[in-house]
């Protein structure tokens, strides 16, 4: 049906797994933002926003 996949090496063995978007600096794959082609969780990026 046309989804992507992640292709990884984990422990001597080739992983495939759909992709999903996740937060480039938490992980989170919730409610993903795109930022100059990054992807930011709503609390890196208000994190982000009180430190600069």
Do not use: H, T, W
């Not at 090496?9 to 978007?21: A, C, F, G, S, T």
């Not at 937060?23 to 990054?38: L, P, Q, S, T």
Request: net charge neutral; proline share 4%; hydrophobic share 40%.
């Amino acid at each position: 049906n046309g989804d992507s996949l992640e292709i990884f090496v984990e422990d001597n063995k080739i992983i495939l797994k759909k992709y999903q978007p996740a937060c480039i600096f938490c992980g989170n794959a919730d409610d993903i933002a795109v930022f100059k082609g990054r992807n930011v969780c709503p609390a890196c990026a208000k994190e982000m926003s009180q430190k600069i």
